[in-house]
């Protein structure tokens, strides 16, 4: 199984808006919304910051917002903050029944310029 | 508060069998729906995911690393088990530990993780 490939950077100014992909399969993210979005900054764990395609757990910054089409799935930041640098993962659910399982993209190292 | 802490050796040795502990609080693994992932991280690169049990002893994992992990739980200590068999050079990373929500207001989805413990595979 492949990972999800994502572009390996992104980057805006302050106050900028910036999408990151996220591109499965018809397997992974073409079949399910169990799809999420995690912010990771050096040396710390992965923090939840969309979930099922598009929902913000509480005390995310609306800024942050993911949608899907087909077998991409995408997350917007507006409004680029210099505390969003960091490395942005997607993950997806994939397979199906006993053989279900999870994947992650390959990252991208978000810069604010 | 959910809480979680992985434990483990910071060295194994080729060809051994690297264990890490989650210890949890905050939820039991008796909840329908519930669940403890494992995923992983070497140094400088992606994560990885590895493998997630069920508060019903179901089990899914990686299918590329499959025949190597093994999950398990313990209920009476709130822990739960990775197992990587065989281990190489490239199974240096940092393990994490993250809670699979049921329902509600994340989802499900994995959103309490641990710190993550750092194993090195090293002779």
């Known amino acids: 199984q492949s990972a999800l490939t994502q572009p390996p950077s992104a980057s805006g100014s302050p106050g900028q808006s910036i999408t990151i992909s996220c591109t499965g399969t018809s397997g992974d993210i073409g079949s399910y919304n169990l799809i999420s979005w995690y912010q990771q900054h050096p040396g710390k764990a992965p923090k939840l910051i969309i979930f099922e395609v598009s929902e913000r757990p509480s005390g995310v910054p609306g800024r942050f917002s993911g949608s899907k089409s087909g077998n991409t799935a995408s997350l917007t930041v507006s409004g680029l903050q210099p505390e969003d640098e960091a490395d942005y993962y997607c993950i997806s659910y994939a397979g199906s029944g006993s053989s279900s399982f999870y994947v992650f993209g390959t990252g991208t190292k978000v810069t604010v310029l | 508060q959910i809480t979680l802490k992985e434990s483990g050796p910071p060295v194994v040795k080729p060809t051994q069998t690297l264990t890490v502990t989650c210890s949890f609080s905050g939820f039991s693994l008796h909840t329908r729906g519930v669940g403890v992932g494992w995923i992983r991280q070497p140094p400088g690169k992606a994560l990885e995911w590895l493998a997630l049990?069920?508060?019903?002893?179901?089990?899914r994992y990686n299918p590329s690393l499959r025949n190597r992990l093994t999950v398990t739980k313990d209920m009476s200590r709130n822990q739960a088990v990775l197992t990587v068999a065989n281990v190489d050079p490239d199974d240096t990373a940092t393990y994490f530990c993250?809670?699979?929500?049921?329902?509600?207001?994340?989802?499900?989805?994995?959103?309490?993780w641990g710190p993550g413990t750092l194993v090195t595979v090293s002779s």
């Open positions: 993250a809670h699979r929500n049921a329902e509600g207001n994340t989802g499900r989805s994995f959103d309490y």
């Open positions: 049990i069920y508060w019903d002893d179901d089990s």
